[in-house]
């Protein structure tokens, strides 16, 4: 039910922009999550945005002023806008949703809907 796209292949201080499409659920009612997994760590939690209060953003630190989360309502689709990419940021990226109407946070266990993920990789 959802689907992310757009990862690829990047040189340091590129940009990629990710998107997260939905079948089966509208979008402009969920909260909904970017998460990444890089080789050999865990699953972090790196942006969210709130299908209430305005679109509300929250990022963690490591991408804060770097990663844009966005709505494209008209298209049921969230966009990961990310710039100066390092190979730190190279993972595989999923999206997320909780369940309809629902507020999540930065917990892996608050989304219920996970979409398969797309592999972002910086490398010169």
């Known amino acids: 039910q959802l689907q992310a796209s757009g990862g690829g292949l990047v040189q340091p201080g590129g940009s990629l922009t990710l998107a997260c499409a939905a079948s089966?659920?509208?979008?402009?009612?969920?909260?909904i999550g970017w998460f990444r997994q890089a080789p050999g760590k865990e699953r972090e939690f790196i942006a969210s945005?709130?299908?209430?209060?305005?679109?509300?953003?929250y990022y963690t630190e490591s991408v804060k002023g770097r990663f844009t989360i966005s709505r494209d309502n008209a298209k049921n689709t969230v966009h990961l806008e990310m710039n100066s990419l390092n190979v730190e940021d190279t993972a595989i990226y999923h999206c997320a949703a909780p369940e309809v109407g629902t507020i999540a946070g930065i917990q892996e266990w608050e989304y219920t809907y996970w979409g398969q993920g797309t592999l972002v990789t910086v490398s010169s």
């Open positions: 945005i709130s299908w209430r209060s305005g679109d509300y953003t």
């Open positions: 089966g659920l509208n979008l402009n009612y969920y909260d």
